[in-house]
């Protein structure tokens, strides 16, 4: 099926915190057995944090595929509007705000997921976030925060 452009989610460190976070190709990443359940889980040669193939699914089972859902997200991080995200990209405005907002509770993944996949900066990635809550409507989500980490796998 095509070349996913995505990198996986097993070639980049999820720590928030650590120095190699969100960067590919550091080889920084090793396998480190599996869990009970028969997970491959890996481990940061850096800062020494483990964590399992699976942890980028925060969007698994959407129509659209975890790399559609990315893109949109990071176009969206980049400044361009929802209208020119629907020209483009074919997805319609309010399902790439409820990806976003999806997003926003999980934070630290979809910011590792775009920052080890795209050229975001964290101005852009904070603009992003902020858009959450400017078009949130009723029910506004609190603003996004960075968790304290919190057992990666
Ligand atoms: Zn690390």
Not at 9 to 38: E, H, M
Not at 128 to 141: D, F, I, L, P
Not at 142 to 150: L, N, V
């Amino acid at each position: 099926m095509g070349n996913p452009t995505l990198v996986p989610s097993s070639s980049f460190c999820w720590n928030a915190s650590c120095s190699a976070y969100g960067q590919v190709d550091l080889g920084n990443i090793r396998k480190f057995g599996r869990t009970p359940a028969g997970v491959q889980r890996y481990q940061c040669r850096i800062c020494h944090r483990t964590f399992v193939e699976t942890i980028g699914t925060v969007f698994y089972g959407r129509r659209r595929s975890q790399e559609t859902i990315i893109e949109c997200l990071a176009l969206l991080a980049e400044r361009n509007s929802l209208a020119a995200i629907h020209r483009v990209k074919g997805v319609k405005e309010e399902t790439v705000m409820a990806w976003l907002r999806t997003a926003a509770a999980h934070v630290e993944r979809i910011e590792a997921l775009l920052l080890a996949n795209y050229k975001l900066t964290r101005a852009q990635l904070d603009a992003m976030w902020v858009y959450v809550g400017n078009k949130g409507e009723k029910g506004a989500m609190p603003k996004p925060t960075i968790a304290a980490p919190s057992g990666a796998a």
